[in-house]
């Protein structure tokens, strides 16, 4: 009888084990390439300058000729401004590290889903901050934080609330850079050659590195642990190349090319932008804002009352239906065919879309 060779079995090849952050929303969902994110803000600028030229136009022929619109880059200006007033408010209100790289996060992701010529960077800047309180657990009443900011009342926050938790896609969690440079410096004591002394001074200027990126675009082009990386490299490149070398499944090319990009970004655009510049462009924005967002435009009254004659109808629709299902002795209605079940569910979608 003719033996059986068993088949040749191949080794089993242990399977790679995935970062964490690349099962995150924010690896999905927030992360894109410098020449993507020109594209998203150019995109959203044009959408808008379009959309309040036609609403300008509708109110006044012929006077949206005479106004001139932000372009993306003073867009982008503008929010850094509101952006690096978070650090001050943070401070008055002695918030940790972690709601204020949360709110810079999230404001910056809000501007990828709107314009500052529908939404002023001001009030967002508030909502946000408050939002990151809560999403990070360190809650304050809505009270104690608009009765200590000048000139702000509860409403300011709350009109927007919901609309920034929406545009964030009600994706609260955000992986933080200066979480990854903690890491990286318990990383560096334990090293079997690590240097016996690791003075302060270099990690609080590596933080300070972390916090001036949360200025740029960094976080929304490259991971945390790279700008970690990269903040500790400014301050200490021995320290940094040190920790990068105990990493062996790190590719040394393509690390430093992020590496250097990431320095370059701190090092360059890691600052508040000039103040004057700024109000050059707030002071254009006063004359191009989307009328329909000014209180007690023309616009604005029009686009209310089509709102409520809308709900009107809804609500009057509602009411019918209700009377039409006491009056057959069935109280619930009829049995739903398919196609009363598709309509009844677009009109919930529409419903969610108009809050």
């Known amino acids: 009888m003719a033996s059986v060779t068993p088949a040749p079995t191949t080794p089993d090849v242990p399977a790679v084990k995935k970062p964490l952050y690349e099962g995150s929303t924010q690896y999905r969902n927030w992360r894109c390439s410098p020449e993507k994110l020109a594209q998203i803000r150019g995109s959203l600028n044009a959408a808008a300058v379009s959309v309040i030229r036609n609403t300008i136009e509708a109110d006044e022929p012929g006077s949206a000729s005479n106004v001139l619109f932000l ?3 003073e867009e982008v200006l503008l929010v850094k401004l509101y952006m690096s007033m978070i650090t001050q408010l943070c401070g008055r209100f002695r918030f940790p590290e972690e709601v204020e790289a949360t709110a810079v996060s999230y404001m910056k992701r809000f501007y990828l889903k709107n314009t500052v010529m529908d939404w002023h960077p001001k009030n967002v800047m508030l909502t946000a901050l408050f939002l990151a309180t809560k999403t990070t657990n360190n809650p304050i009443s809505l009270e104690a934080y ?8 509860p409403s300011d926050v709350l009109d927007l609330e919901f609309l920034v938790a929406q545009s964030l896609g009600f994706e609260f969690a955000v992986w933080h850079a200066h979480r990854a440079l903690w890491g990286i410096w318990l990383d560096l004591q334990s090293l079997p050659n690590a240097p016996k002394e690791h003075p302060q001074e270099i990690f609080d200027e590596a933080m300070n590195h972390v916090r001036a990126s949360r200025l740029t675009d960094a976080e929304l082009i490259y991971t945390p642990s790279q700008i ?8 200490s490149p021995s320290f940094a190349a040190q920790w990068a070398a105990s990493k062996q499944s790190v ?7 992020s590496l250097e990009a990431v320095k370059v970004l701190v090092t ?3 600052s508040p932008p000039d103040v004057e510049s700024v109000r050059t462009v707030d002071r254009t924005l006063k004359l191009c804002k989307n009328p329909e967002k000014v209180v007690g435009s023309k616009a604005y009254l029009a686009k209310k009352a089509e709102e409520e004659k809308k709900a009107e109808e809804k609500r009057n629709k509602k009411a019918e239906d209700v009377r039409k299902a006491m009056e057959s002795g069935d109280p619930f209605g009829e049995e739903l065919s398919g196609q009363d079940k598709e309509d009844i569910i677009k009109e919930i979608v529409d419903d969610d879309d108009d809050d």
């Open 71 to 73: 372009t993306a880059d």
């Open 146 to 153: 608009t009765s200590h900011i000048p000139k702000t009342v």
């Open 228 to 235: 970690a990386l990269a903040c500790l490299s400014l301050a």
């Open 251 to 257: 590719a040394p090319a393509p690390l430093e090319s």
């Open 268 to 270: 360059q655009l890691g």
